[in-house]
Each structure stands twice: as C-alpha cells, then as structure tokens.
C-alpha cells in the first residue's frame, strides 16, 4: 500500500520502520522541524526525520500542515496516512487527501485518555493495564472509529518513559494489523464505545509531588512514574526543588523497620536507605538530585545531611 507516514518522536521510530519492513511503500514522512537540543541549543533533526534519512525516504518538515504540505502530500498520490505522536493537528482537505484516509495509532484504550499524555495520564491514576488503539482520524479530537486494539500491564513504579518505549514496540502490531484490515475492508472500524476522558499536556507544575496533602506510597508511586521522565518529578526542600529521579516501593520484609514516627513528607535513612513517608506505608528515595547539584544515591544525599529531610 502506498503510505504517507507523520511521527515525530522516538516513539514513533518503531511504527515508520515497522510499516517498511513490511513491504508497503512508505511515499513520504512528514515531521516537525528540527529543534534545539542540548545545552549549546543545535538544531537536531527529529528522531523520525533521522529514521526516513536512513530508510532514504523523502521528507517534510513542518510544523504547520497548511495549503503548500497538503499539495506536496498530494502529489505522492497514497492510499493511506498513518499518524504517529507527530505533535500537530491534520485538517481538510489534507485529512481527505489519501484514498482511505487517515488512521492514528494512540497509546491509550480509546475513548479513555483522549489527548496529549495519555500513557502519563493513566498512569498518574494509577492505572497499570495500558493499551493502544488504531483508530480513523476525524475533526474531532481521538473519536474516529476504531479499528485495532491491544494492551500491555506494567509492575507498578514503571515509569511514562519505560511503558511508552514499550507500548510504541508493541504497537506496531496493532498498527500492521488496522492497515490489513482496511486493505481488505476500505469501510473498516467500529464506533469508540464508553465514557471518554481528557489526557491533558503536563506542564512543570504537574511534576511537583507534595507529600503532606495526603498521598499514600501507592499514589505517590503512581504520581511520579506518570510524570517521570518528563516533566520531571521534584519537591520542595526549605523551598527548593529536589528532583526525584528514582522511587521505590518500600516494603516486604524491609516493611518491619519503617519507623512508625514516620512523617509524611519526612526523609529518613532506614535499613541503610533513604526512605521517605507517606500517609500510608513509604517509599525509597533511591536517586534524588538537590538544586544545583548533580543526581546521586538518595542514601548518600541523606548522610550529607544527618540522615534526614523534610521534604515538603
């Protein structure tokens, strides 16, 4: 089949080589223009953009999809669009201009976690069992008719990082399967069934874990590996950030030596590691990095400062 593909990421690295080795005529890539990485800010191509020069694939980048990357789409004539996090909006006519449309390959089991982070989304809730879903792109935000569906469960503590690397793998076989599916069926799909939820953008704010309000080490577990690798998860020490680059469930036999004075909030060493409290049960501050300084042994941190912290 003749396929335009528009991914950004690494995460959707896995489905543009997928959808080559398996034969279909990849007639195009659109990506988002390069960005500047790194502390000297170079102008790197996506991972998606490096990927399609490898493949020697033709490329275009572009932020915005208007009138001049509808015609070039156009102009390659394919049957089929594939969207992967491209991280833009695809209207008419370009939503139009491939023979059977546009399919999308969301993480998320659709109508739920509609939007931006829905693997951070679900995770934050505490959710372990993920999913991904191949639907038809429509106007409207993740509500086209699904076509393929599968799903992954994850050790609680796994971070956003870790499941998307995962389920961005996984996926391609869901993927593969829809564009067989339409292959044989141009009319393809089921309508999304359920209560539909909203998987807003995380924004700084969102990694900022507070202790005292409440959280259990369940929650908080599942609030940081929702915002883990990024934003990024931290809390406040006399008012500056200490990001939490690594927690652990704290539990089983080391269970037995959790202070039970504890304090939600309070960082203390325990069993030879840094553990922090909860409103219920803690967690190990396994790797932590203070403002200013580079990331270390949470343990080590903690005997720098007399075996405790009130982090707030």
């Avoid at 694939?57 to 992967?84: C, F, Q, Y």
């Avoid at 659709?110 to 505490?126: E, K, N, S, T």
């Amino acid at each position: 089949m003749r396929i335009v593909f528009a991914g950004t990421p690494e995460f959707a690295v896995p489905s543009l080589r997928a959808i080559a080795a398996a034969g279909h005529e990849i007639v195009g890539v659109i990506t988002r223009e390069d960005a500047p990485l790194g502390r000297k800010r170079v102008l790197t191509p996506s991972p998606v953009a490096q990927a399609a020069a490898e493949l020697g694939i033709e490329t275009l980048k572009a932020n915005r999809l208007g009138e001049a990357e509808t015609a070039w789409v156009a102009e390659r004539a394919p049957e089929l669009g594939v969207i992967v996090a491209y991280g833009g909006l695809i209207r008419e006519p370009l939503l139009s201009g491939p023979t059977l449309g546009w399919i999308n390959l969301h993480f998320s089991d659709l109508p739920r976690w509609r939007g931006a982070a829905p693997v951070q989304r679900a995770l934050m809730a505490g959710e372990q069992e993920l999913g991904v879903t191949v639907f038809r792109l429509v106007a409207a935000l993740d509500a086209g008719d699904v076509l393929t569906r599968d799903a992954t469960v994850f050790e609680p503590g796994t971070s956003a990082g870790a499941a998307l690397t995962e389920l961005s793998g996984s996926g391609t076989d869901a993927l593969l399967r829809a564009i067989e599916m339409l292959a044989a069926n141009p009319a393809a799909g089921e309508p999304q069934v359920g209560d539909d939820t909203y998987a807003h953008k995380l924004s700084r704010e969102d990694g900022l874990m507070t202790f005292g309000d409440g959280l259990t080490a369940e929650a908080a577990l599942a609030h940081w590996a929702g915002v883990t690798p990024e934003p990024g998860a931290y809390a406040l020490l006399d008012g500056d950030p200490v990001k939490l680059t690594e927690l652990r469930p704290f539990g089983g036999d080391l269970g037995r030596d959790l202070p039970a004075d504890l304090a939600p909030g309070e960082a203390r060493l325990v069993a030879k590691r840094a553990v922090i409290g909860c409103a219920e049960g803690a967690l190990e501050l396994a790797r932590v990095q203070p403002a200013g300084k580079p990331a270390m042994d949470g343990a080590a941190w903690l005997r720098g400062r007399d075996g405790k912290a009130e982090l707030a």
